[in-house]
């Protein structure tokens, strides 16, 4: 039987990677390190010293790039490459003594969870970006760090509510992801017409 702390854990770690990806690994690097929580073999890597550093070092980098408007999702796009994967990755980490038929299946949940909040987050930050003003560009970058908390604290402490809540966000995800995606073409379609009249010539 899967126990629901390790549910909530590879819950957590999928859904903070689509995210907030270094913070994650940084912040179970720093509980496994100082004994606040025991992680499973294959995620305790997390709390050497080498990798705490790099991951140290690029939550930092995250942090700042977050709070630019237009940087933040350039910085999006690339990650895109990293957070991915790594919510598959991790998910598997954490039943990675488990028969490989739970393995499987936690690397393509978590990596459709780290996909799907990954896709949202970035979706969200774009069309945000288009208000000339920073201010809801840092509110809505500083609500991320927040959540980021948030959800970590349940998962390690109340992991059946933090269940709970994820399974919510996913329905929530599968109604936003969409209405998403259409505002952002709605949005291209918008710069294409504006593009080409500022290209036609004048007489």
Do not use: C
Request: proline share 5%; glycine share 8%.
């Amino acid at each position: 039987m899967i126990a629901l702390p390790s549910v909530a854990l590879a819950g957590v770690m999928s859904w903070a990677s689509g995210f907030r990806l270094y913070a994650a690994l940084f912040i179970a690097g720093m509980l496994e390190r100082f004994h606040f929580v025991v992680l499973p073999a294959k995620l305790a890597i997390l709390a050497h010293t080498p990798v705490l550093v790099a991951t140290g070092v690029l939550l930092v980098v995250e942090f700042l790039v977050d709070k630019v408007p237009a940087v933040d999702s350039v910085w999006d796009s690339v990650q895109t490459f990293v957070r991915v994967p790594l919510g598959a990755l991790l998910a598997w980490g954490v039943f990675a003594n488990a028969s490989p038929e739970t393995q499987t299946v936690a690397a393509i949940l978590g990596g459709a969870l780290a996909s799907g909040t990954h896709v949202a987050k970035a979706g969200t930050r774009a069309v945000v970006n288009t208000s000339p003003e920073p201010l809801s560009n840092w509110g809505l970058s500083f609500s991320e760090d927040g959540v980021l908390l948030l959800g970590m604290w349940l998962a390690f402490k109340h992991p059946a509510v933090f269940v709970v809540l994820l399974v919510l966000f996913a329905v929530l995800l599968v109604w936003l992801i969409p209405k998403l995606w259409r505002g952002l073409m709605a949005l291209r379609r918008g710069f294409q017409r504006l593009f080409a009249r500022d290209a036609e010539p004048r007489g």
